[in-house]
């Protein structure tokens, strides 16, 4: 399977805060790279898929970017509600495999 | 906007087969992928395997061949059922619709999950 590394896996920021998130695969999924955001008692939501496309409803401050290997999830201006844990996916090699999460919180 | 809805027993003992349902509501499950993913505190999101509408399915090796997926298309559920289960079952239960935007795919639908503890 491959494996994703996000890092770092816990982030102090403030509100306002512009924010990023890196996800590094084990080997190359090209675009195939997906974020989610899950709160507490949530299940996840989807925020960016195929590495840099933005779901249907999801603020802009959000944007993903990279390829190959090496992503990031940024958050343009951190809002209250963006405290939360991000979760990288990729859907490029069978099993479909996910990040043991980055959890943003409150400085 | 379509809902999902699992359901199932909270609690299982070893060895045993539990079974969860995932209700569709406010939409078909006709024309879509719909998938299980399970979360534990150890290891995080794990991905189980998806089930087409018409009952064409795809698992995770690693759940060796422990996993079965079905449709009952008429009453617009899709069912998991995991034998022989173990304390390394123990997880939150996810349904979720997989979505495919072109070659893109992901979930973009979930379930609020249910807690399944083994023991």
């Known amino acids: 399977d491959i494996q994703m590394t996000q890092s770092p896996s816990s982030l102090s920021v403030s509100v306002g805060d512009r924010v990023t998130i890196s996800c590094r695969t084990s080997?190359?999924?090209?675009?195939?790279l997906n974020w989610y955001q899950q709160k507490p008692g949530q299940a996840p939501k989807v925020l960016i898929y195929?590495?840099?496309n933005l779901q249907n409803g999801v603020p802009s401050r959000f944007s993903g970017s990279g390829s190959g290997t090496e992503f990031t999830l940024t958050i343009s201006g951190l809002q209250p509600e963006d405290f939360a844990i991000y979760y990288c996916q990729q859907n490029y090699i069978f099993p479909d495999t996910f990040g043991l999460g980055t959890k943003l919180e409150i400085k | 906007q379509v809902q999902l809805q699992e359901s199932g027993p909270g609690l299982v003992k070893p060895s045993e087969t539990m079974s969860l349902t995932c209700s569709v509501s406010s939409g078909s499950i006709s024309g879509h992928y719909w998938a299980w993913i399970r979360q534990t505190p150890g290891k995080g999101l794990e991905w189980m395997g998806y089930i087409f509408y018409s009952g064409r399915t795809t698992y995770n090796p690693s759940l060796k061949s422990r996993a079965a997926l079905s449709v009952d298309r008429s009453q617009n559920q899709v069912s998991l059922t995991l034998t022989s289960v173990t304390a390394a079952d123990t997880a939150v239960y996810y349904c979720?619709?997989?979505?495919?935007?072109?070659?893109?795919?992901?979930?973009?639908?979930w379930g609020q999950g249910t807690t399944v503890t083994v023991s």
């Open positions: 080997q190359s999924v090209g675009s195939y």
């Open positions: 195929g590495a840099s």
């Open positions: 979720a619709r997989h979505f495919c935007s072109g070659t893109n795919c992901y979930q973009d639908v």
